[in-house]
């Protein structure tokens, strides 16, 4: 499907060499690997470029709708071999690279990740990006061109040591500086009336600058810009007083003091200098990009009441919720319109996705801060919410409380369209957080389940799989992933499962390969591979997975002849630097899995591996080698997962709960093709609401009751006992998140797990199944949901 003809390998050589010899300025003796890379880079840029203006020209010639995605987080990986995969060029590069005696793996891999997100809603992102692109909708996604992504993560003696993310520093193709595209954005001041308008007077300006890059749909059909913002200093404000006075810091304290808006992903919030950066991160980005926004607008039409016909706006979660009152100010302030009718346009225009419900991450701005950086907007928020209490009269529900503005509130009372990212999610938003808003608005909450883009995910990690996929059924499937149902004739075909099982197998092999070689560990890739890989949180429940691994330690060694399955439970995945429960888990983990890995009598049958510094890339390596997939939130605590669609996808059997897409997930593979545990999100409820809940489960499993007394007392951490007491005695005790009373039935589901695994052509079977029936899973059907739903935009391919 993806070879090349000797004159697209010529022709890829010709461009790498031309361009490394123009673009970086290098002969092929003298080359480094990064200029080989940033050659090839170029070579594929071109391609992409000209495809990109075709869009654009298009796009501008139909005079259609565009969709804006606004989001703080676009979390795309590496975009090279993204761009090799869409273009079909892959195996043109492989054979130019090759005879120009270069490693194509190498060089491919050479790029760093661009980390701008921190999991699964900045992923999602990216994913919307390239279906949006492959399904030809004429679209910008706008961000924040962090100068340093997702911290690093480092192990030191098992805990979690953070560094700088430095992807800027080294050579970057993808991006267009737009020298054009300038914003001045103000911050604080006062707000005066004058004829009786608003009138604010900022007393702060930044510029925000942007940055494009160009994202390639499938088949280089179409290509979209990914634009992002940059904050550089409004006024030349190097001081040459300072300089000549020899205070060299201080003559660039200015500029220094603009750009650490955009400096890095996510800064911490816990102190009151972090707050405000935050609030100013996010204005900073949804203004320019309104300001953009508007000027395209105003460039193709003269009637403003065209504004809902011609433009979407997503805010992907509050982050950009500032959106609403600020196109309100644009509309009321700056164009004159009736406030009314600016509040109608602006909410024709926006939709908003929520993506957690837990209360700790919904957000709320201190009166005090939003005062002293938006006064105007402040101001608006409270018109918005008096125009809301008019028009429903008998509501209780406000945006405005003392001394705090709700960004959830605000970003449903403006948008047309509030989405949750999967049914159970979306089902708990209307009886939970937003339950008076929808009883006020009960059309306006729609549901669109998650998906993951079927190119990267499959194609591009699993290209064996992928190839097997195409020669049994054709390649359809890659742009209608449903297609994927054709394969289950086929999987009772010896022969079939036995290519899809040798597939796997390699796969594992390869894994297996890169973890000795870049870790030092052993694994036997028939054993079973069991993978937890995301965030660090507790309602992800790491614990409940470790203490499972630790309870199943003390059983082999009771019993080392009983048989037992072999398994690789291997974790990756970073905590928030300032979540100390959490870094101590990822300490637990790797604790454990010393003892557990030196124990001769055990290690046969099971390890455990902490990888560190989990990224796309990691995601892209371990994914295609799983066998299990750990999906083990707290019932109702996941909004969708995203993960979980991934594995199911490239032939892992999930073992999780009824909780975010799960559920979705095992209704479309099957529920003898999934290993279900747990209670349910309103037997969460419930349980929670028993005095004792873990008291209770710990004392009718032993085996529980003892896993947790190694963590107690120190079998992990012998030189320091009491180094995991708090962990032991939060499951044992107020246990919010549910390990003890989930614990027995995931015990019983593990096992349930192991025995189906000594069956292997029964398990590749039902993972054949998985593959087969997930192709609903694609970020295609989702942005299809969304169009029809929440945009009502149309695709021009
Ligand atoms: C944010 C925070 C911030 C403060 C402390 C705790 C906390 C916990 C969670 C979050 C999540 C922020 C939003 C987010 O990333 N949600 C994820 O969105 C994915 C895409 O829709 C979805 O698949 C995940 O289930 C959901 O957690």
Redesign the pocket.
């Known amino acids: 499907m993806l070879k090349s003809t000797p004159a697209d390998a010529r022709a890829m050589r010709e461009a790498i060499l031309h361009h490394l010899t123009y673009s970086m300025g290098k002969d092929a003796a003298h080359a480094t690997r990064q200029d080989w890379r940033m050659a090839l880079s170029h070579a594929v840029r071109d391609q992409i470029t000209d495809r990109w203006f075709a869009s654009t020209r298009k796009s501008y010639e139909a005079k259609a709708k565009r969709v804006y995605y606004l989001s703080m987080e676009f979390l795309i990986g590496r975009l090279l071999e993204d761009g090799l995969v869409n273009l079909r060029m892959l195996d043109a590069a492989n054979e130019a690279l090759t005879a120009l005696e270069q490693d194509p793996a190498a060089v491919i891999a050479d790029e760093p990740d661009a980390a701008l997100g921190?999991?699964?809603?900045g992923r999602?992102a990216a994913c919307f990006l390239e279906s949006l692109s492959t399904l030809g909708v004429p679209a910008l996604g706008y961000g924040i061109r962090y100068e340093h992504g997702l911290f690093e993560q480092k192990f030191e003696y098992g805990r979690q040591v953070e560094t700088p993310e430095t992807w800027l520093q080294q050579p970057h193709a993808w991006e267009f500086e737009r020298a054009e595209a300038k914003y001045r954005l103000g911050f604080g001041g006062s707000v005066a009336v004058r004829d009786g308008r608003s009138v604010w007077t900022p007393d702060e300006a930044v510029v925000a600058a942007a940055y494009d890059t160009p994202v390639v749909g499938w088949q280089g059909r179409w290509a979209n810009t990914l634009r992002l913002w940059s904050a550089k200093p409004a006024n030349e404000s190097f001081d040459l007083d300072s300089f000549n006075a020899g205070d060299y810091i201080g003559a660039t304290a200015p500029e220094a003091q603009a750009r650490t808006i955009s400096r890095v992903l996510y800064p911490d919030d816990t102190t009151e200098a972090g707050k405000v950066l935050r609030l100013k991160q996010e204005y900073f980005f949804t203004a320019a990009s309104l300001h953009d926004i508007m000027r395209r607008f105003d460039s193709e039409h003269d009637d403003i009441a065209l504004l809902p016909k011609k433009v979407a706006v997503q805010l992907n979660?509050t982050h950009p919720a500032i959106a609403g009152p600020e196109l309100v100010r644009i509309l009321h302030d700056e164009k004159g319109l009736p406030f009314d009718q600016a509040i109608d346009l602006a909410r024709g225009v926006l939709g908003y996705t929520n993506?957690?419900l837990?209360p700790?991450?919904l957000e709320r701005w201190s009166e005090d801060i939003f005062h002293r950086l938006l006064p105007r907007h402040l101001q608006i928020i409270d018109r918005i919410d008096d125009a809301h209490a008019k028009a429903h009269p008998d509501r209780k529900v406000t945006i405005r409380e003392p001394g705090t503005v709700k960004m959830g509130e605000l970003s449903f009372v403006m948008a047309h369209r509030v989405n949750g990212?999967s049914a159970l999610h979306t089902g708990l938003m209307k009886t939970t957080v937003f339950k008076e808003l929808d009883r006020l608005h009960p059309d306006r909450i729609v549901n669109q389940t998650?998906g993951v883009t079927p190119r990267r995910w499959m194609l591009s990690c699993n290209p064996s799989l992928a190839e097997l996929i195409t020669a049994t059924i054709g390649d359809g499937w890659l742009s209608d992933l449903e297609r994927l149902t054709e394969l289950e004739p086929n999987i009772s075909d010896p022969e079939w499962l036995r290519s899809f099982t040798a597939i796997k197998r390699a796969n594992k092999a390869e894994l297996a390969a890169w973890m000795a070689a870049e870790h030092g560990v052993q694994v036997d890739p028939a054993a079973m591979f069991d993978v937890q890989i995301k965030r660090l949180?507790e309602y992800k429940r790491q614990h409940l997975n470790i203490l499972e691994a630790i309870a199943l330690w003390q059983e082999i060694r009771d019993n080392p002849d009983a048989g037992w399955t072999p398994r690789i439970k291997i974790f990756a995945g970073k905590a928030?630097p300032g979540y100390f429960f959490a870094k101590d888990i990822i300490r637990l983990i790797n604790d454990a899995s010393r003892v557990i890995n030196d124990d001769p009598v055990t290690n046969k049958y099971l390890k455990v591996i902490f990888l560190p510094n989990y990224n796309v890339s990691l995601a892209e390596r371990l994914i295609p080698a799983a066998d299990l997939s750990e999906q083990i939130s707290t019932a109702g605590k996941?909004?969708?997962?995203?993960g979980n669609m991934k594995f199911a996808l490239n032939g892992a059997l999930t073992i999780g709960t009824l909780d975010?897409a799960n559920v979705e997930i095992r209704e479309h593979v099957g529920p003898e093709n999934f290993f279900l545990f747990g209670m349910t999100a309103e037997e969460v409820e419930a349980r929670r609401r028993i005095d004792g809940h873990a008291a209770q489960a710990i004392a009718t499993d032993p085996r529980l009751a003892r896993a947790i007394d190694a963590v107690r007392n120190g079998t992990f951490s012998p030189t320091e006992p009491g180094r995991y007491a708090h962990i032991a005695n939060n499951i044992a005790g107020a246990d919010y998140f549910l390990v003890s009373s989930d614990f027995t039935d995931y015990w019983r589901a593990q096992r349930a797990v192991d025995a189906a695994f000594r069956d292997q052509d029964q398990w590749m079977r039902m993972a054949a199944l998985n593959t087969a029936r997930s192709g609903w899973f694609s970020s295609d059907r989702t942005i299809r949901g969304y169009l029809r739903d929440v945009w009502e935009a149309e695709t021009l391919v």
Do not use: K, W
């Open positions: 921190n999991g699964g809603l999602l979660d993506h957690t837990l700790e991450a990212v998650n949180h928030a996941e909004a969708s997962g995203t975010g």
